[in-house]
């Protein structure tokens, strides 16, 4: 599966798919991430990729010539398994199951807006989809893209093995956060582990482990209890 990220920022990606999971599924050549500068496609002595907003009002905007020259030269042939993605505040919230049809596809193209935003014609006839990554405000699209390819690229075919069944995961399984678990030592600063779970018996952890899910959730996401 490949990602193209198309940004002003190209060298804000040196990091975050240096470690773990998603850098070991380049490595293998499971996934390849490209970036491509947006100033690329620009053709003024400026490299300009903003302008003002008609009707007036705060800041500048992406401007539609460069994006669009951009995504057609990357994708000069568009389909189902070859989308692209407009990252911005008034997008679509991404979620697990937004990860999941997005694994499906061969060929993700994720734009970073920048900003006070992206000319609306972009996300009216260029991109299949526009997605936010939450309710809170960034200084740009760059974030958001990586948090969606790190999510979307461990459900790449080949990338998790079988360890997870990847096909069904879930955010929170049966709506449920995960429930809490421990390591040694039994007794840190005084603070013991639960007897039930140092005590082997199976039917009595797998009670305890979903009434403290249950408890977890109501606490901190009383949202998923429907
Ligand atoms: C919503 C606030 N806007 C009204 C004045 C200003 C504004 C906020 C954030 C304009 C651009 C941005 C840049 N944000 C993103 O590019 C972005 C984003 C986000 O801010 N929150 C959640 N998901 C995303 S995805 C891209």
Redesign the pocket.
């Known amino acids: 599966m490949t990602f193209h990220i198309l940004t002003i920022f190209p060298d804000f990606f040196d990091g975050p798919f240096r470690h773990g999971v998603v850098a070991r599924a380049a490595e293998a050549g499971l996934i390849e991430i490209r970036r491509h500068d947006l100033r690329a496609w620009t053709k003024d002595r400026h490299r300009t990729v903003d302008d003002r907003p008609f009707g007036g009002g705060e800041g500048m905007l992406l401007k539609p010539e460069p994006v669009f020259e951009a995504v057609e030269s990357i994708f000069p042939e568009r389909g189902d398994r070859r989308r692209v993605i407009l990252?911005?505040?008034q997008?679509t919230r991404f979620d697990q199951a937004a990860a999941r049809r997005l694994a499906a596809c061969t060929e993700l193209l994720l734009i970073c807006?920048r900003y006070?935003?992206v000319d609306e014609r972009v996300a009216e006839h260029l991109v299949d989809e526009e997605?936010?990554?939450?309710d809170?405000?960034?200084?740009?699209?760059e974030l958001?893209a990586a948090l969606v390819i790190d999510c979307v690229a461990r459900l790449a075919p080949g990338v998790l093995g079988n360890r997870d069944s990847t096909v069904y995961e879930s955010f929170a399984e049966d709506g449920l956060l995960d429930c809490p678990q421990y390591t040694r030592p039994a007794e840190f600063r005084g603070w013991r582990v639960p007897d039930v779970l140092l005590e082997g018996n199976h039917e009595e952890i797998r009670r305890w482990r979903r009434q403290a899910a249950v408890a977890k959730t109501t606490k901190n996401r009383p949202d998923l209890l429907q």
Do not use: D, H, M, P
Not at 131 to 134: A, E, T, Y
Not at 136 to 141: C, I, Q, T
């Open positions: 990252l911005s505040a997008g807006g006070e935003g997605i936010s990554v939450g809170f405000v960034l200084s740009g699209g958001a």
